[in-house]
């Protein structure tokens, strides 16, 4: 009798996606963006009042919507997630010549907004369940690499500053948060949150991006909510709040009529249009953070008795918004990842590998690096699975 457990992992892999998946149209793509009444509706009454720039009541509401929804105190809306770390990372007192800690598996936008300070991005490992920062295996690595400097730590072997450090939370999966704060502490170096996948993740009750000092979002097309490109800046600090206003929003003084501005500073505003779209989105993020851990349970349980590999679920005491599914081959092996991606390509399911790490990209071969062996692995292992909301069904209101 044939079982779904029959053939070989690469035919496992693809009648595994057919059983969670495969009523949907094909293609299944990785994630697509959703749109109902409320997106037309705003949107249309910034075109009909005229409102579509840099100022209007749709930006002010989804800065509210955004901090009342995490819990942070202040919300900075900018035009991308990677505008939201650069400006964070300059708040945070990064300045040519310091290294900024990346982790080695992310997006290549966490490592560019340092390089955008005048800064070297200093790449470090990841912890296997959370798939971010291991906070242990980096107070180990810090402990040989940094010695004190002035009122900070310096790269023993550059000589150059170690100033801040951005963990990010991997397909929503949180990092742990509250012990990276504590080693992040301890060599005085600034925690800013790539929060950009996490909308909507949390740990022990407390929203993503909320515990460093800053934290980032990006609603860009692929994430959970989307104003078309924008991204956010979180913080709890009034005055790091209004400096991140200024620089965002090219210095300009409050002032009736007068145009005057006292730094040099960039034009990062998100447009009230899209801002639009994101008050529209969030109207819909609880039902769609629903329906995201309905689809994570059933790929867990589609691939709970595979041999080859399983699904990644939230680390324990944290809840993730599961923004993308993520399978994990038991043992690495390149060949066999690639193997199921065509395979399921064929089939009509878009998924695709991690990125490539971070220090094998041409622009960082030569960047400081810890050694890597589990970001390694774990390039070599993992498959996202095809993860837009509505594929736990369509039986919900397109509210
Ligand atoms: C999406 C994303 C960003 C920001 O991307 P933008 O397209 O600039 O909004 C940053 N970091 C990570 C990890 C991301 O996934």
Sequence with gaps: MMTMLDGTPVQQFVDALEKVVGAAPRPVVLHEPEFGDNEQRYVADCITSGW???????????EARIAEFTGAR????????????????????????????????????SANSAVHCGAVPHFIDSADDTLGVCPDALDAYLRDALEPAGDGF???????????????????HPVRMER?????????ITVVEDAAESLGSSIHGRHTGTFGVMGTLSFNGNKIVTTGGGGAILTDDAKLAEALRKLTTTAKRPHRWEFIHDQVSYNYRMPNLNAALGCAQFDKLPRMLEQKRLLANRYIQAFGQFAAGYCVVEPAGTRSNYWLNAFKLALPDRGLRDAMLEASYNAGFHCRPAWELMHRLPMFVDAPRAPLPVAERLA???????????????NTPNG
């Design 52 to 62: 579509v720039s840099s100022a209007g009541k749709y930006l002010d509401q989804f």
């Design 74 to 109: 202040h919300a900075i809306v900018v035009s991308s997630g990677t505008a939201a770390l650069h400006a964070a990372l300059l708040i945070a007192g990064v300045t040519p010549g310091d290294e900024v800690l990346i982790p080695a598996l992310t997006f290549v936008a």
């Design 380 to 394: 070599d292992s993992i498959i996202n699975l095809p993860s837009s909301p509505k594929l736990a069904g369509q």
């Design 180 to 188: 990276l704060i504590e080693v992040a502490g301890r060599y005085k």
């Design 154 to 172: 310096r790269n023993r072997k550059t000589g150059r500053r170690v100033a801040a450090i951005v963990p990010m939370h991997t397909f929503g």
